[in-house]
């Protein structure tokens, strides 16, 4: 494949995109077990607290955030004549999506290991 | 700075169809001086170590669009790079046939689908029923609309550069968008509608992911996907251009003010 | 030396320079009948456009023993619209 800053943005807008579709699955799963009743309800929410998951959603955090600044960096594209900045964009997405990782990251895994 | 001679190791991918099963490696040595291209040293090893050797080459001047290539992972014309810009640290460069496109032999591809993709948007002047007695009248600002898209050489180095192009059947690529581009905008096309209709599909306008690689490869500079937003654009709002269009093609014989 | 059957270079370099032959025997036979300068073919025996004799199209064919035969035919200009005018430029 021809590798350029362009072909890794695309191939991880496309792998976070999969990601939060089969996030949102997993998601109705587990919340819409609610009218199943109170024992499978917590059950299910319990299965989905574990430290695993919580390092798992320290993941699905980075999908959601840089899927979204993406989608804005595709829109800024698509409305304005953008192509000598199209590098800097790209890095910014990238830059941003790892700082707000970071910012939101880092209280997770706190929360995660006071509360063993 | 004197001419002393350096050496470099040219690593080039191989193919005979009459042999070989699939492209493999062969390196070569070459001195080079601070003026030479990367064309000169496939010249130089052509003539003087393996004359079986296969590119295809022209003008030698950026300007036929023969000699593109892919050198150290992108596309570019071998005939205008310098061969000491793309040395790597370990005095090593590296030649493969521009990719996505079927091999024929050696560094030389089958282009046939990046034809047939051209030939598919119509990329001729489609004139209105009624020509004009004497010249067509055409103001600067709508020339230089159109000058980046005229100078294309047609080398295909944003086709194969294209991630697009390699991960599907049937995208119409950036070479022939931004041909169709052209026609679209020139005041003196009246093909707006059909031309619009082929490009503003899933197979056209709307497939490109501006991954941006096609401007990267252009040994022109020039910009196929400003031409395919601008496209979209148009596409979403045909009836209001075409309409322009009709408009502008009856004053295209008035001088212009 | 190139080998095999499929894109071989020195077929290729073979058929270009026989057509690089051919079309220089052309191209001299042409400019040594125009007796004349015009444009990019300047002769220093006849330095100037000869707009009387010379606004012509010189067209070839190949005769027999393989030599250019020269003919000519005429200019598709409207003469009144398009006078010709000394090159002062």
Not at chain 2, 39 to 49: P, R, T, V
Request: hydrophobic share 40%; aromatic share 10%.
């Amino acid at each position: 494949m021809y590798k350029t800053t362009g072909f890794v943005s695309f191939v991880l807008r496309r792998f976070t995109g999969v990601v939060l579709v089969l996030y949102l699955l997993l998601h109705i799963w587990v919340i819409g077990s609610a009218v199943s009743g109170p024992e499978v309800f917590d059950q299910r929410l319990n299965a989905v607290q574990t430290p695993l998951f919580k390092i798992a959603e320290i993941a699905l955090l980075a999908a959601v955030v840089y899927h979204a600044f993406d989608g804005v960096r595709l829109l800024l594209v698509n409305w304005f004549k953008v192509t000598d900045k199209r590098k800097n964009l790209f890095w910014a997405v990238f830059i941003v999506s790892a700082l707000m990782v970071i910012a939101g990251g880092v209280p997770i895994l706190l929360f995660m290991l006071e509360s063993k | 700075m004197s001419d002393t001679q350096k050496t470099a190791s040219v690593r080039i991918q191989r193919f005979n169809p009459e042999k070989d099963h699939k492209p493999h490696f062969q390196e070569f040595t070459v001195s080079y001086t601070r003026d030479m291209t990367l064309l000169d040293a496939l010249h130089e090893i052509k003539s003087h170590q393996d004359g079986t050797l296969t590119y295809r080459r022209s003008c030698r001047h950026a300007i036929c669009g023969s000699c593109a290539m892919n050198v150290n992972g992108i596309n570019m014309l071998v005939c205008n790079t310098p061969i000491k810009e793309h040395i790597n640290r370990k005095g090593m460069v590296t030649i493969k046939p521009l990719p996505y496109l079927p091999i024929i032999k050696d560094l030389v591809v089958d282009r046939t689908k990046f034809w047939e993709q051209y030939m598919r948007v119509k990329p001729w002047l489609i004139p209105s029923p009624e020509v004009p007695e004497k010249e067509y009248r055409i103001s600067t600002e709508e020339v230089e609309a159109l000058n980046k898209a005229e100078t294309c050489i047609m080398c295909g180095a944003c086709y194969s550069a294209c991630t697009v192009v390699g991960t599907s059947e049937n995208y119409i690529g950036p070479h022939a968008l931004l041909k169709s581009f052209l026609r679209v905008l020139d005041p003196r096309d009246a093909g707006a509608a059909e031309r619009l209709e082929e490009v503003g599909t899933h197979e056209g306008a709307y497939r490109c992911h501006t991954i941006f690689n096609c401007i990267d490869a252009c040994p022109k500079k020039l910009d196929p996907t400003k031409a395919i937003e601008t496209l979209r654009n148009l596409a979403q709002k045909r009836l209001a251009f075409e309409d322009a269009k009709k408009k502008r093609l009856t004053t295209i014989t008035k001088a212009v003010e | 030396m190139d080998t095999g059957k499929q894109f071989n270079t020195d077929v290729l370099a073979a058929l270009e320079t026989e057509h690089l032959l051919t079309f220089s025997e052309v191209i001299v036979a042409g400019g040594l009948a125009r007796t004349e300068s015009r444009g990019a073919h300047y002769r220093t025996d006849y330095p100037k456009r000869d707009d009387e004799s010379w606004i012509k199209h010189t067209m070839a064919h190949k005769a027999e023993d393989g030599k250019p035969v020269l003919s000519y035919k005429s200019v598709n200009i409207d003469w009144e619209k398009y006078p010709p005018q000394e090159r002062k430029y």
